[in-house]
Antibody, heavy 114, light 113 residues
Framework: EVQLVESGGGLVQPGGSLRLSCAAS????????MNWVRQAPGKGLEWVSY????????YYADSVKGRFTISRDNAKNSLYLQMNSLRAEDTALYYC???????WGQGTLVTVSS | DVVMTQSPLSLPVTLGQPASISCRSS???????????LNWFQQRPGQSPRRLIY???NRDSGVPDRFSGSGSGTDFTLKISRVEAEDVGVYYC??????????FGPGTKVDIK
């Protein structure tokens, strides 16, 4: 059974940092590109970042470019999102998804507030 | 960037009746490989999004056949032939043809009258 389990969310002050993780199981993680998608409270879905299976290709939404870094460790079946210089508008539920869009995690909540 | 629009944004429906959601893109979603990468997602209250339809009209495994997708170019439709209580939620279209970025529609909230 494919599972994606996010962790690492929490309350952080503006300007702070947080690292999200996504643990993958039930499929050959190293064969799949992955995405991070976020959803602000009561709002719609926003794509955040993409990483290819070998980490050779990375893409970011303009809203997070220069502040967020996506990475992965295929040996650990894990996806990461390093978030720096956090802003109030980054407050959201963050989901990891396979780049085929067929499986999503349950999300981890990031709250940026003083 | 491709802008995705949906209508209506709110859709009260009667149980057992049909429902239809429109999705439009700011440019054609036909990829150079001939495919059209338009997905539909359902997000039930308190749950993660779930893909229902991929490449315009292909239903995902386990998705009831009352859900169907159609369309081409810039105009797409998700239809529910007979709405059931479990269909309540928000429905999003998403394009995967011209990326980055991947872009979602604003969502259509379906609830029961």
């Amino acid at each position: 059974e494919v599972q994606l389990v996010e962790s690492g969310g929490g309350l952080v002050q503006p300007g702070g940092s947080l690292r999200l993780s996504c643990a993958a199981s039930g499929f050959t993680f190293s064969s799949y590109s992955m995405n991070w998608v976020r959803q602000a409270p009561g709002k719609g879905l926003e794509w955040v970042s993409y990483i290819s299976s070998t980490s050779s290709t990375l893409y970011y939404a303009d809203s997070v470019k220069g502040r967020f870094t996506i990475s992965r460790d295929n040996a650990k079946n894990s996806l990461y999102l390093q978030m720096n210089s956090l802003r109030a508008e980054d407050t959201a539920l963050y989901y990891c998804t396979r780049a085929t869009w067929d499986y999503w995690g349950q999300g981890t909540l990031v709250t940026v507030s003083s | 960037d491709v802008v995705m629009t949906q209508s209506p944004l709110s859709l009260p429906v009667t149980l057992g009746q049909p429902a239809s959601i429109s999705c439009r893109s700011s440019q054609s979603l036909v990829h150079s490989d001939g495919n059209t990468y338009l997905n539909w997602f359902q997000q039930r209250p308190g749950q993660s999004p779930r893909r229902l339809i991929y490449k315009v009209s292909n239903r995902d495994s386990g998705v009831p056949d009352r859900f169907s997708g159609s369309g081409s170019g810039t105009d797409f439709t998700l239809k529910i032939s007979r709405v059931e209580a479990e269909d309540v939620g928000v429905y999003y279209c998403m394009q995967g043809t011209h990326w980055p970025p991947f872009t979602f529609g604003p969502g259509t909230k379906v609830d029961i009258k």
